[in-house]
């Protein structure tokens, strides 16, 4: 992923951190009719399956570590798991979580053996998940391309840590599996998928316009790129009076596919869905107020009838700001405050639009006595 501004672009990926403090935001403050129309958006992605993944786990649902990995050049591990129904000589043990560690290298390889193959011996297969946040709050993805031969590759995408957590799928009869796990140090260059640990937004940016570029592909083996990227996630971290507009374009080319944008907060749950096909486009504003608020925006692709890449921009623009994030916000950096311009009568978003200032004393000519 490139994240950009002005003519500079360097390497960026996007992130989870989950703490906040709680408030209410009316739904209507959120996105803008696309040619779809929110109901239709809605109607579509729930009869393709999206809504169930990404899944939120928090509590005893995601709050015990079994390791971490990558601290060595390879690891391999064994575990078991099983729920509802355990044989007499098992523990119920409904699932494991496997933290990724990448402080000696940029990637990982992951891969994961069921039982010596996709199955166990009873029939049973696993659910494989890619979460990230931190224990007992996280997001996961179903990332079942991770099992069998070759397994996937992992980058640091988060400020948070990441995880790969390990459950049985239930059966007809007994829910164990026995499993291993493998991961490997990365030595590679170069990588399709660009990343470093960093937010879009924070409490304490002053910038007031972000582009950012990028591509998904969800589903495993139906990726037109070699980049398989499960999830791009972003934080936005807003102080109440701050108004971000956040609008999101996809398009057709060099990747095509069917791509949904998750508007979420882990207070609220889910604020927003939003579904989209190649050149499509969508706007969230984001107005906060009793409180910060901290936003998680996921892009995720859809199992399509051919491939499942889609290519993505977004233009992020702080429209105004609290004086907690900037007392003297200048938006178009003309030397005017947003705050005088609009009460000398000027446009604070146009560079050419000055207040008229005749002894030049800072004050415009409106309000200088």
């Given at each position: 992923?490139?994240?950009?501004?002005?003519?500079?672009?360097?390497?960026?990926?996007?992130?989870?951190?989950?703490?906040?403090?709680?408030?209410?935001?009316?739904?209507?403050?959120?996105?803008?009719?696309?040619?779809?129309?929110?109901?239709?958006?809605?109607?579509?992605?729930?009869?393709?399956?999206?809504?169930?993944?990404?899944?939120?786990?928090?509590?005893?649902?995601?709050?015990?570590?079994?390791?971490?990995?990558?601290?060595?050049?390879?690891?391999?591990?064994?575990?078991?798991?099983?729920?509802?129904?355990?044989?007499?000589?098992?523990?119920?043990?409904?699932?494991?979580?496997?933290?990724?560690?990448?402080?000696?290298?940029?990637?990982?390889?992951?891969?994961?053996?069921?039982?010596?193959?996709?199955?166990?011996?009873?029939?049973?297969?696993?659910?494989?998940?890619?979460?990230?946040?931190?224990?007992?709050?996280?997001?996961?993805?179903?990332?079942?391309?991770?099992?069998?031969?070759?397994?996937?590759?992992?980058?640091?995408?988060?400020?948070?840590?990441?995880?790969?957590?390990?459950?049985?799928?239930?059966?007809?009869?007994?829910?164990?599996?026995?499993?291993?796990?493998?991961?490997?140090?990365?030595?590679?260059?170069?990588?399709?998928?660009?990343?470093?640990?960093?937010?879009?937004?924070?409490?304490?940016?002053?910038?007031?316009?972000?582009?950012?570029?990028?591509?998904?592909?969800?589903?495993?083996?139906?990726?037109?790129?070699?980049?398989?990227?499960?999830?791009?996630?972003?934080?936005?971290?807003?102080?109440?009076?701050?108004?971000?507009?956040?609008?999101?374009?996809?398009?057709?080319?060099?990747?095509?596919?069917?791509?949904?944008?998750?508007?979420?907060?882990?207070?609220?749950?889910?604020?927003?869905?939003?579904?989209?096909?190649?050149?499509?486009?969508?706007?969230?504003?984001?107005?906060?107020?009793?409180?910060?608020?901290?936003?998680?925006?996921?892009?995720?692709?859809?199992?399509?009838?051919?491939?499942?890449?889609?290519?993505?921009?977004?233009?992020?623009?702080?429209?105004?700001?609290?004086?907690?994030?900037?007392?003297?916000?200048?938006?178009?950096?003309?030397?005017?405050?947003?705050?005088?311009e609009l009460l000398c009568g000027t446009f604070y978003t146009n560079f050419f639009s000055v207040?008229?200032?005749?002894?030049?004393?800072?004050?415009?000519?409106?309000?200088?006595?």
């Amino acid at each position: 992923m490139i994240f950009c501004k002005s003519n500079l672009c360097i390497p960026l990926a996007f992130v989870v951190a989950f703490t906040m403090v709680s408030c209410q935001i009316s739904p209507a403050q959120f996105g803008s009719e696309n040619e779809l129309g929110r109901d239709n958006a809605t109607y579509y992605a729930e009869q393709l399956g999206y809504m169930n993944s990404p899944v939120y786990r928090s509590g005893d649902d995601s709050d015990i570590l079994s390791g971490e990995m990558g601290r060595s050049t390879q690891q391999t591990k064994t575990g078991k798991v099983c729920d509802p129904d355990c044989p007499g000589d098992w523990e119920l043990d409904p699932y494991d979580l496997w933290q990724l560690n990448f402080d000696l290298v940029r990637l990982l390889i992951v891969e994961v053996d069921i039982g010596g193959g996709w199955l166990d011996d009873d029939g049973t297969d696993a659910l494989l998940e890619y979460c990230i946040g931190e224990l007992g709050d996280m997001l996961c993805y179903n990332d079942t391309s991770g099992l069998g031969d070759g397994g996937r590759i992992y980058v640091p995408k988060t400020t948070n840590p990441e995880f790969i957590r390990i459950s049985p799928n239930p059966s007809d009869g007994y829910d164990n599996v026995d499993y291993s796990i493998k991961v490997t140090l990365y030595l590679e260059d170069e990588t399709e998928d660009d990343t470093t640990r960093s937010s879009l937004i924070d409490l304490y940016t002053k910038n007031r316009n972000f582009d950012v570029a990028g591509a998904v592909c969800s589903v495993g083996g139906q990726c037109h790129s070699s980049s398989e990227d499960p999830f791009d996630m972003f934080v936005i971290s807003l102080w109440p009076g701050d108004i971000l507009n956040l609008e999101f374009n996809s398009y057709k080319f060099p990747h095509r596919g069917q791509m949904v944008v998750r508007l979420s907060t882990t207070s609220d749950g889910v604020l927003d869905n939003v579904q989209f096909w190649d050149d499509d486009s969508w706007i969230f504003r984001l107005e906060p107020d009793g409180g910060v608020k901290t936003y998680y925006i996921s892009v995720f692709t859809l199992n399509g009838e051919s491939y499942d890449d889609m290519t993505y921009y977004i233009d992020a623009t702080l429209l105004w700001v609290s004086q907690y994030r900037d007392p003297l916000p200048d938006f178009d950096g003309d030397g005017w405050t947003d705050h005088d311009e609009l009460l000398c009568g000027t446009f604070y978003t146009n560079f050419f639009s000055v207040p008229s200032d005749f002894d030049d004393d800072q004050i415009c000519d409106i309000l200088d006595e």
